[in-house]
């Protein structure tokens, strides 16, 4: 554990001087503020569209797609980071070796490089909300709040994204070909069946239950249903409605302790199969 934490610490710095290096600390802070709340802004406008044009129904899944993209852009930065972590040191900075030589985790080290990333994000995330419930009067209220739920459902669902983007950072370190695409592809291909802009109801029944199958489908609902006093309501057929709360945080539950021991002996695997087939100082151009 001890040498789990000073290689997160050590990546955690190295991965914020990486990323805010081009400007100063204030403005990349903007920046990365910004980032999230333009999203949201974007699919809450869209469906105002919906609305003006005759299609009232757009209005009704206002609070569910802000919410639900909003959260997601957590998902989509920390899926990319640990891939793309993995490319920039093995082939842009060339020291990835001299890490996997240390006595230090390269484990804990994704994890800094990973939370330097989205901890920006992490202050985005409650400001952007704060702007919708203030400016775009989406529904969310202080005092509706669920905050034991929020609490657990946010926990759980950070650990079950961070082991997903562990996962793919094991993968990267083995493709030797197009490795900076595996963290996009996959958050792109998530966006569709997580249920993050629409509800899964509207997929054919083969895709449905794929996004079924996703434990991120439930960690946004959720987080839906933590801040959104209506979430259940059964007018929106999320086809989540039926599922009680508690069975809900038992499915992420089991989800987070699933990636756990998915995730760890691919990492470790991953590093072996990287040392002998000497892939970490391979350099690809991409």
């Not at 995330?125 to 704060?130: D, F, G, K, N």
């Not at 070909?177 to 802009?197: E, I, N």
């Not at 801040?227 to 007018?235: E, S, Y």
């Amino acid at each position: 554990m001890q040498r789990f934490l000073q290689a997160f610490r050590v990546g955690a710095w190295l991965g914020w001087k990486t990323e805010s290096n081009w400007t100063n600390p204030l403005f990349y802070i903007l920046w990365s503020l910004l980032l999230p709340m333009s999203n949201g802004l974007i699919m809450t406008m869209m469906l105002r569209v919906l609305q003006r044009t005759g299609n009232a129904s757009g209005a009704d899944l206002l609070p569910y797609v802000f919410i639900g993209t909003v959260v997601y852009s957590i998902v989509a930065l920390l899926l990319d980071s640990m891939a793309w972590a993995v490319l920039e040191d093995r082939e842009r900075m060339g020291m990835l070796k001299y890490i996997a030589i240390t006595p230090s985790s390269m484990y804990g080290y994704l994890w800094g490089r990973g939370f330097a990333k989205v901890s920006i994000n992490f202050l985005a995330v409650p400001l952007t909300l704060t702007f919708g419930a203030l400016v775009l009067d989406i529904p969310i209220r202080l005092s509706t709040i669920n905050w034991p739920l929020l609490l657990a459902v946010s926990l759980l669902g950070l650990l079950i994204v961070t082991f997903a983007a562990q996962i793919l950072a094991g993968v990267t370190l083995m493709i030797a070909r197009h490795a900076g695409f595996v963290g996009q592809a996959v958050s792109g291909a998530l966006y569709l069946f997580t249920g993050a802009l629409f509800p899964i109801t509207v997929l054919p029944n083969w895709m449905q239950a794929i996004a079924r199958a996703v434990p991120l489908t439930y960690w946004l609902e959720g987080m839906r249903r933590a801040l959104w006093v209506d979430a259940q309501n059964p007018v929106y057929n999320t086809g989540l409605n039926q599922l009680s709360t508690s069975n809900l945080l038992l499915i992420l539950l089991a989800s987070a302790v699933a990636m756990a021991v998915i995730s760890i002996p691919l990492q470790r695997r991953a590093e072996h199969r990287a040392k002998e087939k000497g892939l970490l100082d391979m350099n690809t151009a991409y």
